[in-house]
């Protein structure tokens, strides 16, 4: 009897001991099954050829929440951008097109890095320690965007970093003394990162080896109801400034700082974009509605700041914009005028999408009462701008 008692109990322990075993294995089976692994974190393909024979690839980096973005070496341009709604319905946020060749005539700079001088540098001509730079003008008499072939229009060099939380997309441009007629060897670098906090963190560095003027952005469209569903109007903006800066009839700032007290350019308490985008007001007559440099209030260099932050009530998506930089370029499709075809057959009409550009003013070297954007040899260049996505079920 004795015996068959210490069979029947050791039996038991096994069979304790194999349950035990079990138990751990689903629960590691479940953990990895919701958190993806580091190879499934980045994905590479060929996006297309161009038609001088290049070819473009595309990088996509993914979270656990199943947010992705696709991002190509040509311009370091964000193609597309996948979060849920309310609901857990996934869907694209960001216009952009099929093919890569069409990212590189008329495309609006539709989700590429901006450089070497986002916006506007009035008369195309700037001076440097006594020196005048003239700069190839491609907006009238203006320059923007870093000219005819700025690094919106540039194959970026490409490393891929992934960690168990992170994936990280790695570009680096050397763009060359006397490119679009800016001074220096710069070589500029740009990270992307995809957490899976639901934020993408955009660092940006650069070096030169002579003074120069230097204007990073990212110049994303977004539509949080939804790629292709048309008009942003019905979004709520919150923009976190007391000030912008006004504009002439050719968008250049004039070096004013203003308030947006009692003016349609009052994001300071969330409101519809459509409420006064068509004011009568002289600055939206001349940004043909919302196309202004922003001043973030309580803005520290170095430090991240609440920019804006805006609210589809129809799908109930969110999207916060952090920044380290002075301004932000707040941009409501007004060009967009339904010649260009996107992706998936989408095509963008006014006010189909808006921009929010972190940045330093337009024009500052021109203007010696904004902050500075010269780079001079020994210093480094160096900003952040995170956008978090988000959702807000009580819509």
């Known amino acids: 009897m004795l015996a068959i008692d210490n069979f029947n109990s050791k039996e038991i322990c096994n069979r304790i001991i194999v349950n035990r075993l079990l138990l751990a294995a689903i629960i590691v089976l479940l953990v990895s099954c919701e958190n993806l692994s580091e190879v499934e974190r980045i994905r590479v393909k060929s996006f297309g050829i161009l038609d001088d024979g290049r070819n473009v690839q595309l990088f996509t980096l993914k979270n656990d929440r199943g947010t992705s973005v696709e991002i190509m070496d040509l311009g370091g341009v964000i193609v597309s951008l996948r979060t849920a709604d ?29 450089g070497r001088y986002a916006n506007r540098i009035a008369n195309g001509r700037f001076s440097l320690d006594g020196k005048q730079y003239s700069l190839a003008k491609n907006s009238g ?26 994936a990280s997309l790695n570009l680096t441009l050397v763009s060359k003394d006397g490119e679009e007629g800016y001074p220096g060897n710069l070589t500029a670098k740009v990270t992307y990162t995809l957490n899976d906090r639901d934020q993408l963190v955009i660092d940006y560095s650069a070096t030169t080896d002579k003074v120069t003027v230097i204007n990073l952005t990212q110049h994303a469209y977004f539509n949080l109801n939804g790629h292709g569903t048309g008009s942003v109007l019905d979004h709520e903006i919150m923009i976190n400034a007391d000030q912008y800066t006004p504009i002439d009839n050719e968008s250049i700032p004039t070096g004013e700082l203003a308030s947006v007290e009692g003016t349609p350019l009052d994001f300071r308490t969330a409101k519809p974009i459509g409420v006064d ?82 940045q330093h003013y337009p024009d500052s070297p021109n203007k010696p009462n904004f902050p500075s954007t010269i780079l001079r040899p020994g210093e480094q260049y160096a900003t952040r701008t995170v956008f978090e996505f988000g959702v807000n079920r009580e819509r």
């Open 86 to 114: 309310a609901t857990g319905n996934i869907t694209d946020i960001t216009t952009g097109f099929n093919h890569p060749q069409q990212y590189l005539s008329g495309s609006g700079y539709m989700g590429a890095i901006v």
């Open 141 to 166: 008499d203006n320059a923007i965007h870093g000219g005819l072939i700025g690094f919106d229009k540039k194959f970026w060099h490409t490393v891929t970093e992934s960690k168990s939380s992170e």
């Open 277 to 358: 985008i068509n004011s009568n007001h002289e600055q939206i007559r001349l940004g043909s509605g919302f196309d202004h440099n922003f001043i973030i209030s309580h803005a520290v260099e170095g430090e991240l700041t609440l920019a804006a932050s805006v609210l589809s009530p129809s799908t109930g998506r969110t999207l916060n914009v952090y920044t380290d930089q002075p301004g932000m370029q707040f941009y409501t499709g007004n060009f967009l005028n339904g010649t260009l075809k996107g992706k998936d057959g989408a095509v963008y009409a006014q006010r189909n999408a808006f921009c929010l550009e972190t």
